[in-house]
């Protein structure tokens, strides 16, 4: 089965072709991340426009990289939450419209489980049950995969996302946007002891929650003593310091769910599994443990049409399938 | 009227108690920079409005949606640079829907407001500490 699938929800407009879920016969991605760069982040307006204008040329290319014409395919799926809304429905709206007409099935896929399902195309060997942590800069979430269509969320953040605690720290060392790539390269000139960061803990309730809002004002708090004072500021140490404090936090929940559950398999998705500290951890961690780590290759992490054709397949074998009237929402229980 | 919070927990009570007897309808502006507690705020708003269910940051989906008895939309203009922007993605429909709209760093959109909207400023005063002052509004 053929699926041709559409993502749209940030800055990213992808168009893939993905066949029964595992092999990707094409994978279209267009950034929008220099249009970005002027501003300094994600405008949502500029991403909808963007969309708009190579949808179309995403979808024609996707197909000619497939080597497939429109009748050959058997569905179309796309990102239909959650994400910048006028984003998102770019994506829906283009989806609707191409199942319309050629007359095939539509599959809607949330973004997150399209995160997930990455890992699919990565390791062919990968079936559920396992444990995934999700990790953007939207989302952070600790998801047990019963089935491919059967999820419960562990835990999640109560506050900020972990790539959301890396963006905003790095605005306020002067790192620029996004933080993820200029905190992790500067980490490893750092001595990850050189600040006392805080690991944010949760205390009421569930024990997979986890807290970011508290580990950020840490770091505006360090930036901002340095200043008053005059104190130079080490930032390789406090960039070092803040992927340790992060990655513990994730790593140690993560495990904890995995033993709890039984779990032989841990898996890792989203642009932060990018970071190599986070990666590294979960490497040791895993082995430690005796259990087996799935982190997609970083093409993959980032956002891209690929993952949700794979969870579109799985997905229309639930019946999980839309009608013209399928919205799109900015939020979305996973 | 300012106070003074001690801790996240204490933003979060204050926002609670602030949103308890605002109207449907109400704009409330927070101004503020990064790790002043605006989104604990916003937290403690939901609880007082009886909206039960985690309130994470909307920085990246710009607009979360919360459903209660009010409902509670909660804008986050950090990435935003105009008020147009916030036009552009339907705030006269959000305005219209009668409820709550609470927007994080209202800074970045002046002139988005007609007069009507209730100023709440968060000033960092210690690590923990924070002056709040709210302009406008019922009594917390």
Redesign the interface.
Known sequence: MKILAFESSCDETAAAVVEDGRKVLADEIFSQVALHEIYGGVVPEIAARSHLEVISLLADRALQKAGISRGDIDAVACTYAPGLIGAVLVGVNFAKSAALALGVPLIPVHHIRGHIAANYLAFPELEPPFLCLAISGGNTMLVDVRSYTDMRVLGRTRDDAAGECFDKSARVMGLGYPGGKPIDDLSKQGDDKAYDLPRPAVNDGNPYDMSFSGLKTAVVNIVHHAEQTGEELDKAGLAASLCRAVSESLVSRTMAAAEALGYAHVAVAGGVAANSRIRADFESACQKAGKTLYVPPLRLCGDNGAMIGAQAYYEFLAGHTAGSDLNAYATMEL | MTYTTHS?KETEDLGARFAANLPAGAVVALYG???CGK??FV?GMARGMGIDC?V??P???????YDGPRPLFHFDM????SAD?LF???WEDYLARGGVCSVEWSENVPGAFEGDEIAVRFE?TG?NDRKITIEGGPLC
């Open positions: 996240e920079d990064l790790g989104t604990a937290r985690a994470t940051s920085t990246f989906t710009i607009v979360n949606e950090y990435r935003l640079g922007e552009d993605i339907g960092k690590d």
